[in-house]
């Protein structure tokens, strides 16, 4: 699953394609979660929010809720504030920080 991500991740950025890369960043986001990693888990579903949320492409409330579904044991495992702090750094990268901090943290 890292592979097939990194190499979205990849193709989207060099395309410029923003939503395929929000697309790739929560898919990666569900992928930390499995391995319990909820802080980073937290911030890549940020970031790919922000990310949609800046091109106007949010997701349809159906995928929101499985979003959502998929990320509550983030939110449960960590302490409030240290959940707080991991979207709100999450949501404050860029695009293209967001992008290394995928591929970086593997």
Sequence with gaps: ??????????????LGHRRGTARALEGYAVLALSEDRSERALKLAAAASHLRRTISTPLTPAEQASLDQRLR??????????????????????MEKAVQYSMDSI
């Design 1 to 14: 699953a890292h592979n097939a991500y990194r190499e979205a991740l990849q193709i989207f950025s060099e």
């Design 73 to 94: 044991p983030a939110w449960e495992r960590l302490s409030e504030e240290a959940a707080r702090s991991a979207w709100t750094e999450g949501y404050a990268m860029g």
